[in-house]
């Protein structure tokens, strides 16, 4: 189903995420409200891509695939095909591409699934990061011939928790001083300032709250409230960040900031809205996310704060990244 077919005039807009129904689950992307189903393994018994990235005609959507032993695997896609990486990743959390070289975030097992370990892919092959045995890549970045990679370190020592952590070109930065579990979600890097968003957890409540890290400044994104899924990009010197906070128990708002200015994202009729992605063009805002209404999880995009739905509720649909191609 097709809900909204954008003009041959418009930017090409490409939305990865996943579908879950009676059937099971199922992987795909959506190129301007088209979906496009990605394989699977017949072991699987759930799919989620994670995050999509498009570069001349070739189409690169990373994330996973759950089997029936609890174990996930680690799943690039090009151009619809699974793709090989070597060793033995775990989970792919985001693709980026710099000229012809795939740059992949994510995690990587041992090769005895003894551990797990914060890794990058460049062109499919594995790059060791400094400290991030048991850590996570959960972004990347590039800027020049630098890469970037935002995530967390955990050591498993007694009363240790995860320290938000970047890395530059493989050495380990740490934002998060081990007090609290924090991570980074999300990274972006402008000129000589490295803006990094995710959260920390709070003690006393559990609860995920968001947090901005400039040069390792940190800044709360929100007087407190729980809040989740942040998303950084910069972009003619303007630092956009998306997330969501819980405005009631199971209830979450869809906002985005621009230089620390929130904007609400039109949600009418939804009980509750998740973000999931964020993407820049020609100063137009392209956010991604599903909102929870009576019919069911409706799978969409904002542009510039004008929702535009790609299902229809039938069918528990849910993005998880978005690019643009401009015209």
């Known amino acids: 189903m097709v809900d909204h077919v954008i003009p041959d005039n ?49 189409v690169h959507v990373v994330g996973f ?15 619809g095909i699974v793709t090989e990486l070597d060793g033995v990743p775990g989970i792919l959390n985001e693709v980026v591409t710099s000229g012809n070289d795939v740059y992949i975030a994510g995690v990587g097992y041992a090769p005895d699934s003894s551990s797990t370990s914060a890794t990058y892919w460049k062109n499919g092959k594995s790059v060791k990061l400094d400290n991030a045995v048991h850590g996570g890549a959960e972004a990347i970045a590039m800027s020049n011939n630098d890469v970037y990679i935002g995530g967390y370190t955990f050591t498993y020592l007694p009363g240790a ?23 980074v979600k999300s990274i972006a890097v402008a000129g000589n300032d490295v803006h990094a968003v ?34 950084v990009k910069v972009s003619g010197g303007d630092v956009y960040i998306t997330g969501n906070d819980e405005i009631s128990p199971g209830r979450y708002r869809a906002k985005y900031w621009k230089n620390g200015i929130p904007t ?27 909102s929870l209404y009576p019919v069911g999880w409706v799978a969409k995009y904002w542009k510039n704060g004008i929702p535009v739905n790609l299902s229809n509720g039938t069918t528990s649909a849910h993005p998880t990244s978005i690019f643009v191609v401009p015209q």
């Open 10 to 58: 418009e930017p090409t807009v490409y939305v990865s995420g996943f579908d879950i129904s009676n059937l099971g689950y199922e992987g795909k992307y959506w190129k301007n409200g088209a979906s496009v189903i990605l394989p699977k393994a017949a072991s699987s018994i759930s799919i989620e891509p994670l995050s999509i990235a498009v570069s001349g005609n070739d």
């Open 65 to 79: 695939e759950g089997n029936a032993k609890f174990q996930t695997i680690g799943r690039y896609w090009k151009n």
């Open 161 to 183: 928790r995860t320290i938000a952590t970047y890395w530059k070109n493989g050495i380990a930065i740490p934002l998060g001083d081990g007090s609290k579990f924090t991570s």
């Open 198 to 231: 995710g959260y920390v957890v709070d003690d006393s409540t559990s609860n995920y709250i968001g947090r901005y890290w400039k040069n390792g400044v940190e800044t709360p994104l929100t007087s407190g409230e729980k809040s989740s899924n942040f998303h």
């Open 264 to 290: 609400t994202l039109d949600d009418t009729g939804a009980s509750s809205t998740d973000i999931r992605g964020l993407y820049i063009v020609n100063n137009d805002v392209y956010v991604t996310g599903v």
